[in-house]
């Protein structure tokens, strides 16, 4: 095999059509461009959506919400889900293990929501002002 003799595969590339070539050949007079109109002039095209000035259709539908991506990241844990980590001292990758946060978070924060009944350490994980309360008042304590 050489450079100069790699081709397409048969059958893999149509032939270009021709057009403007007389009435015989099936492309001629209007090239297959229809009549008159922007469409049908050298350089007149528009950009994609263009409705002719009509209120195009990504426009005119309501825009509704937005998706973080910063949101897969990220994870809130529950004091009453710390309760499922069995570890004596709660890092990111105890939570990984207990299942509390879903695969590929990088930072957690423990939110005040349900009761905390034993003593944990954090490491690692931030902390609201009243989940740091409630967990010293559990006998835990946070650590940076």
Known sequence: MRLNTLKPAPGSRRPARRVGRGASAGQGKT??????????RKGGYHKV????????????????????RMRTS??????????RVEAAVVDLEALLEAGVVPPGTERAK?????????????K????????????????GKIEA
């Open 31 to 40: 090239c297959g461009r229809g009549t008159k109109g922007q469409r049908a």
């Open 124 to 139: 690692g994980v931030a902390a609201t002002k009243g989940a740091r309360a409630a967990i010293e008042a559990a006998g």
């Open 74 to 83: 990220r994870a809130e844990v529950r004091l009453a889900e710390l309760a």
């Open 110 to 122: 423990v939110v005040l929501s349900g009761a905390l009944t034993r003593a944990v350490t954090l």
């Open 49 to 68: 959506g263009f409705e002719g000035g009509q209120m195009p259709l990504q426009r005119r539908m309501p825009k509704v919400g937005f998706r973080s």
